[in-house]
Every structure is written in C-alpha cells, then in structure tokens.
C-alpha cells in the first residue's frame, strides 16, 4: 500500500508542475499577443498622422 501512496503523490506533483508550466507558458504568450497589439495600434497611429500631415488642406 506505501507503494501506491507515494506513487500517488509523485504523479500529484507532476500534474501541479505541469499545470504551473503550461500557465507560465501560456502567460508569455498573452503577453507577446499584448505588446504584438500594441504595435499594431501604434503604426495604425502613425499612419493616420502622416495621412493628416500629407492631405491638402480642407
């Protein structure tokens, strides 16, 4: 019986480790899509500034 108790335990542990890992990992990734947005809202901006500075005048 000691034998499937700590068998229990190391294979608990795992899937914490794993869940910890995987929520790291996907907590990198949000961030990554965030700052990749930010950029994109950025260069959209530029855009729109150098549209206004190059039009005629209304």
Wanted: net charge negative.
């Amino acid at each position: 019986m000691d034998f499937f108790f700590y068998i229990t335990i190391i294979v608990g542990f795992s899937l914490i480790y794993y869940g910890y890992v995987k929520k790291q990992d996907n907590d990198v990734k949000k961030k990554q899509l965030e700052l990749e947005e930010k950029k994109i809202e950025l260069e959209i901006r530029r855009l729109e500034l150098n549209k206004e500075r190059y039009e005629p005048g209304e």
